[in-house]
């Protein structure tokens, strides 16, 4: 009864629940959104390590981001090979570069120079052409969403990068970075433009045999080369992501917002709340005069907050959804890891609770004895 | 069924600056059977008696009694509890809650505490509502319908639970005359013939008739209490 009563209450105020429910669809809808491009931009900040294949990264020591990293040299590959757990090792090789666009301008560019012929590390998704042609020394592959920025050159055509002739032979997918546009290359192309010493990596990739005890592998790996950092794929990407958490303004900023959204959400939801609780007073306090203790009283305010943060959940997961859905493929960052949604929709529920709180003490304090003036 | 007894029942109000007394020590005992009207003046302490033996306010002084058992003071989830389950309130409005209809304003006089309502209690909603003259209204908004009529509701709103002791202030004084009339045959009949305990708080003389035993109370007093026609000795305490 008294949660139909409740619902009941609900459905007759309707103007304060609409305004509780904008309430819990612009936390849902805003935080939401705003964790997709922050999660967005996770991915591009670690996207190279994440999508390279390999079980481990070996680089200069002490590595905060895979972005900053000290030549190492090209010998620790052999020593790596001859360890038994080790199944394959190839080396990396990161430049800056500038590439001459489609109208004669230039572009800043990532050079991610791959060893061929296992390309370990290169394009994973293709949007146009094969990952074989960067076999091919004087290949390259730009992604899709960048080519914009390359002001549309055509697969197949020539340009430059640090004066080194170029041929665009592969369109790649989701292959954006937070620190730069990234272009694959052959390694040794990477060497040239970028001037690098000859047998210098600035990392090599690791995997291990598929029976291999990682953790034996890894330790095996440590001892062997103690002057580097020998890093599992999910370590160094974890890293990589929180150096740029912390040490530009994204996490600040990123928190700040949803902090507004979550305030804002709550202060709607008490405003609201408390007006319409307001507006009821003596029907609470007929309600305790009937028979009703406190806690029935509360049953019934936190039973409206649940439902008006059920149905607000609901509308602001629909409408993320139908955002997510619409910029998918575009150039805005966005990804929602699946824990999100649920995570969202309960601290949204806490948040619909912790609004109606105002509104319970209200309500808390309608006195049955007043009924009778 | 059940008796109630008031000793020397007082109570004080603070009206900002002093401590005022509106009800001074009163001395009462109601019977189950008949219908008592509490009459007096405005500001004389009726609805302040009625608010003490109803269970929503406490007394400054004094013990009270409901069948033997002492309820002076109770915890206020007990209060709430006897409240749901021996009294029965018809208030100057009718009071009835907007976004329920007429036959969940009732129910919720008897679920108000989550307890579950079998179908059948639907059913007697029904028969109730008829016996009220309200048939076909069970499934009606509050505002379709006209303020006799909401009284009427609130009646069995106070019915539905069985209670042993109904409580109303001034239920007739917002509806014409006819109605008041109406409404009072109700009470007395609920009274006398179902054995109920039923106190009736009216400054209007039309209700007078209908009363078993009229107690006139003044300035916080009691200043008269008779029986259907014949006086009594005053019960008093000065
Ligand atoms: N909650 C309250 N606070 C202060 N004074 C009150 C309160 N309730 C009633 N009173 C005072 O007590 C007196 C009796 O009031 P009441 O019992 O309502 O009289 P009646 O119902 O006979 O008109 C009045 O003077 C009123 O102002
Ligand atoms: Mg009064």
Redesign the interface.
């Known amino acids: ?2 949660s ?2 409740a619902w ?2 609900l ?3 309707r103007s304060a629940t609409a305004g509780a429910l904008l309430g819990v669809v612009a936390i849902v809808f805003l935080v939401g959104q705003q964790l997709s491009i922050l999660f967005g931009l996770l991915q591009y900040m670690s996207v190279l390590v994440d999508h390279s294949g390999a079980d481990v990264w070996i680089t200069s020591a002490s590595v905060r981001n895979v972005d900053a990293v000290n030549l190492i040299p090209g010998q620790y590959l052999e020593r790596v090979m001859g360890l038994p757990e080790v199944a394959w090792a190839a080396p990396i090789l990161f430049g800056n570069g500038l590439m001459r666009t489609a109208d004669d301008s230039f572009e800043a560019v990532r050079l991610v120079g791959l060893h061929r012929p296992r390309l370990q590390g290169g394009p994973w998704a293709l949007a146009q052409g094969r990952v074989q042609a960067l076999l091919d020394l004087e290949s390259a592959a730009v992604d899709r969403l960048d080519l914009k920025k390359f002001a549309h050159p055509a697969l197949g055509s020539l340009t430059e990068i640090n004066g080194k002739r170029v041929r665009l032979t592969a369109i790649t997918e989701g292959a954006r970075a937070f620190q730069g546009t990234l272009v694959f290359l052959p390694l040794d192309q990477v060497r040239d433009m970028a001037q690098t010493p000859p047998g210098r990596y600035s990392a090599i990739l690791v995997g291990f045999q598929p029976r291999a005890d990682q953790q034996t592998a890894l330790a095996r790996l440590r001892a062997l080369l103690p002057e580097c950092s020998v890093l599992t794929t999910a370590e160094l990407s974890r890293r990589t992501q929180l150096y740029y958490l912390t040490n530009t303004g994204i996490g600040g900023s990123f928190g700040f917002s949803t902090t507004i959204a979550v305030l804002i959400g709550i202060v709607i939801i008490t405003l609201t709340m408390y007006a319409s609780v307001l507006q009821r007073t ?2 609470f306090a ?11 009283i509360a ?1 019934i305010v936190l039973c409206q907050a649940v439902i008006v943060g059920g149905i607000g959940i609901f509308l602001g997961l629909f409408l993320l959804a139908a955002l997510l859905n619409a910029t998918r493929g575009s150039d805005i960052p966005s990804f929602l890891p699946a824990v999100v949604p649920p995570l969202l929709a309960g601290i949204t529920l806490l948040v619909s609770l912790l609004g109606s709180l105002v509104a319970l003490r209200k309500a808390l304090q309608a ?3 007043s ?3 | 069924m059940a008796d109630l007894r008031l000793e020397n029942i007082a109570r004080d109000f603070y009206d900002g600056r002093q401590l005022r007394r509106v009800l001074f020590p009163i001395n009462l005992t109601f019977k189950p059977g008949e219908l008592t009207v509490l009459a007096g003046p405005s500001g004389s302490g009726k ?1 302040t008696l ?2 003490i033996i ?1 269970l ?2 406490r007394p400054s002084e004094g013990r009270m009694w409901l069948s033997g058992r002492e309820v002076t003071g109770l915890a ?2 007990v209060a ?6 021996t ?1 029965g ?1 018809v ?2 409005q009718p ?1 009835l ?4 209809s007429v036959q ?1 304003n009732i ?9 579950h ?1 079998p179908g059948v209690v639907r059913q007697r909603v029904a028969e109730l509502l008829t016996s009220l003259g309200l048939a076909d209204t069970a499934r009606l908004p509050p505002q379709m319908i006209s303020g006799g009529m909401k009284q009427r509701v609130s009646i069995a ?1 106070a019915l539905i639970k069985d209670p042993a002791i109904i409580l109303c ?1 001034e239920p007739t004084s917002a509806l014409d005359a006819e109605n008041g009339q109406v409404v009072m045959g109700i009470l007395k009949k609920i009274a006398v013939a179902e054995k109920r305990l039923v106190v009736v708080v009216s400054h209007d003389a039309r209700v007078f008739p209908f009363a078993d035993r009229l107690i006139k109370m003044e300035n916080g007093t009691v200043v008269a209490d008779t029986a259907a026609g014949k006086p009594q000795g005053l019960d008093v305490a000065s």
Do not use: E
């Not at chain 2, 809650?97 to 329920?100: C, N, R, T, V, Y």
């Open positions: 009864m008294r139909t009563v009941r209450l459905r007759h105020d003596r029907d007929v309600m305790r005069a009937l028979g009703g203790r406190r806690r029935d049953v006195d049955p004895a009924v009778f003036h | 609805t009625l608010s109803g929503v306010l206020d989830d709430s509890k006897m409240r749901l389950a009294y309130f208030f100057q009071m809650i907007d976004g329920l969940d129910l919720l006089a008897l679920g108000i505490q989550g307890a309502i709103r202030d």
